[in-house]
């Protein structure tokens, strides 16, 4: 079935240090894609989107790379801090109707 | 702006038991989500409403399930009878459009059933 699917479960990063955060997707025909943060006890929180038609979207701080060939997502942190400790979910749309979400990645700062 | 806001936050009670959890969307939002959140199976999309309208409601598990919108600022998820593996937490989204666009999240509600 369609499934999002994360490489790293749990990644930990020293503070200052640019964190990576990988996401595979299996179903081509999704057209848009979304990162989320969820911090404990909280709602997931929306960082930042890409459409199928581009392939690079920066915020701030943060980056999101798509690459199609392979169907991989990337989340780029700068510089991060320890207020960046939390759960990170890719998530993809396909066709509008749902979002499917990946399983997460853990993400440790360390001080 | 007040975002989506769920309640309870918590709700502890035995199997058995009758189960209503709350949502209030963001005022303007066309779409209202419910899912639920495990360890084992992540974030799971339980039904979703159009304009009120339930429009896809194949993520419920079982009959014990239902959700219903009865005006766009309200929606409730009720679980009867309630059983030990309906332990989760329950997030309510919105969006004001469903293609393309971020869904918002209340912070859920979370369950527990003994």
């Known amino acids: 079935g369609e499934s999002v699917g994360l490489h790293l479960p749990t990644l930990s990063v020293q503070e200052g240090d640019n964190s990576i955060i990988n996401c595979a997707y299996s179903?081509?025909?999704?057209?848009?894609f979304i990162w989320y943060k969820q911090e404990s006890g909280k709602g997931p929180q929306f960082i930042i989107d890409i459409r199928s038609n581009m392939d690079k979207r920066q915020g701030q701080r943060v980056t999101v790379l798509l690459n199609k060939t392979v169907k991989h997502l990337s989340l780029q942190i700068a510089a991060t801090q320890p207020g960046d400790s939390a759960v990170y979910f890719c998530?993809?749309?396909?066709?509008?109707?749902?979002?499917?979400f990946g399983a997460g990645t853990r993400l440790f700062v360390k001080a | 702006d007040a975002g989506v806001i769920q309640s309870p936050r918590h709700e502890v009670t035995e199997m058995g038991q009758e189960v209503t959890l709350r949502c209030k969307p963001i005022s303007g939002h066309d779409y209202l989500f419910w899912y639920r959140q495990t360890m084992m199976r992540g974030l799971e999309l339980l039904i979703y409403?159009?304009?009120?309208?339930?429009?896809?409601d194949s993520g419920m598990p079982e009959d014990r399930f239902s959700a219903k919108m009865p005006n766009a600022s309200f929606s409730t998820l009720k679980i009867q009878p309630s059983e030990p593996r309906d332990s989760a937490v329950y997030f309510c989204?919105?969006?004001?459009?469903?293609?393309?666009?971020?869904?918002?999240f209340g912070d859920g509600t979370r369950l527990s059933i003994l």
């Open positions: 179903n081509s025909a999704s057209d848009y």
């Open positions: 989204a919105s969006s004001p459009r469903i293609a393309n666009q971020p869904q918002h």
């Open positions: 409403f159009n304009n009120n309208v339930p429009i896809d």
């Open positions: 998530a993809e749309n396909t066709g509008g109707f749902k979002t499917i």
